[in-house]
């Protein structure tokens, strides 16, 4: 009889499940559940996009790329994010096109972070950075933001965490799950911290067309002196609504993607074929029904925090990505009592901001995207769970 606890290794066995998923798993259960609990477009994918790649498979492209992608996607992607960014990146050399932006976070890291190493992870943010920082033999440093302070990082804080083994700052703005994100000004200061050290930033920016009242997106490749320094990480999933179509993008100083691209062309090989010709397809001609996706998912925005705001549960604006973050203080839940009471009595599934760290205590998230009937009636069914446990 195989003793597990003997085989398993120990710091995957010690890695909780997503808090996430432990929700709408248990809605999935459930009759009648209203789920404002996943963040995922409920847009089909443009038909020109699913086009492309249906074209692709009758032309039987169904082979092995190369393991940094097809040529032309390498090449539309560095014209992308010279057009949106006014970044250059070198297509053959640092560019690297992966299976999700989750791919070439995990990638990333694991380039980067040896056993004792530092990663400082601003939290609440996405549930990734801890668990692959662990599993590379890193040591996650957290920064807890404040809502007074938007969900930003300060340079301040940056400074109080940053030791002799910090290797990597994660930068995941816009951020699910507050929707907060880093302006210009807001770069500036984190890369004055920044200059002189050996620091690698790596920048979730899955998110980055994502992005709400007048200003464009700025990558912190962009401020001077950061680009050395920087993988950007990217991807289809959220801009284009691809998400099963698993496709992202890792840019960065070459020295850097070689050694990202080694570690994926030994556990990945190449990201899936059909995806990447429907990617060429998204990039090419696929900016209007992104604006039009954008502009859906502003109407639903406002929707949403309005809602909030009227059932008496303070929700700030969130600037980027698809999430509202209000505070459920006022109830003297915790957020995991919230949630679980909320679904059981009202069928309405949210998830608790703990899910995104400890510093997520007292919030719960919230996506918008979903149709606006779903979420008035979801933020119908909360308010009425609010009002009975308030008496």
């Not at 692709?56 to 992607?77: A, F, M, Q, V, W």
């Not at 620091?199 to 920016?205: A, K, L, P, W």
């Not at 992005?211 to 680009?227: C, D, L, Q, R, W």
């Not at 949403?304 to 008496?312: C, D, E």
């Amino acid at each position: 009889m195989i003793n597990y606890d003997k085989v398993l290794n120990p710091t995957v066995v010690s890695i909780k499940p997503s808090g996430i998923r432990k929700f709408f798993d248990i809605a999935a259960t459930m009759k009648d559940v209203i789920s404002l609990g996943v963040g995922e477009p409920d847009f089909q994918t443009p038909w020109q996009i699913r086009k492309a790649g249906i074209n692709s498979l009758e032309k039987g492209k169904t082979r092995y790329t190369s393991n940094k992608g097809i040529d032309t996607l390498r090449s539309e992607i560095a014209k992308f994010t010279k057009r949106k960014y006014n970044l250059e990146y070198d297509p053959e050399r640092e560019i690297l096109v992966t299976v999700g932006g989750s791919e070439a976070i995990d990638a990333a890291i694991r380039a980067v972070v040896s056993t004792g190493d530092e990663v400082i992870i601003p939290e609440p943010s996405y549930v990734c950075y801890e668990p692959i920082t662990e599993l590379a033999g890193g040591k996650p440093v957290v920064i807890e933001t404040k809502a007074e302070n938007d969900f930003k990082v300060t340079p301040e804080e940056l400074r109080e965490k940053i030791t002799p083994k910090t290797k990597v700052l994660i930068l995941p703005y816009p951020c699910n799950p507050t929707g907060a994100i880093m302006e210009r000004e807001d770069l500036e200061k984190i890369a004055e911290v920044l200059r002189g050290t050996d620091i690698i930033v790596i920048s979730d920016e899955i998110y980055a067309q994502l992005t709400f009242g007048g200003k464009p997106h700025v990558s912190v490749a962009e401020i001077e002196g950061m680009k050395e320094r920087t993988v950007v990480v990217n991807g289809f999933s959220k801009t284009f609504s691809m998400t099963g179509w698993r496709l992202g993008y890792a840019c960065g100083p070459a020295p850097l993607i070689k050694q990202i691209t080694k570690i994926h062309q030994f556990a990945i090989m190449c990201a899936p074929t059909t995806s990447q010709y429907a990617a060429i397809e998204a990039l090419t001609n696929c900016d209007e029904d992104v604006e039009e996706m954008k502009r859906q998912y502003n109407m639903r925005r406002r929707l949403m925090v309005a809602g909030f705001n009227k059932i008496g549960l303070e929700c700030r604006e969130p600037k980027g990505a698809f999430y509202a973050f209000p505070s459920i203080k006022s109830t003297g839940m915790s957020s995991d009592e919230f949630c679980e009471k909320l679904l059981y009595s009202k069928n309405v599934a949210v998830v608790p901001g703990t899910a995104f760290g400890s510093g997520g205590e007292g919030f719960i998230r919230a996506s918008y995207c979903y149709s606006t009937e779903h979420i008035s009636e979801a933020i119908s069914r909360i308010g009425e769970f609010v009002k009975e446990i308030r008496g």
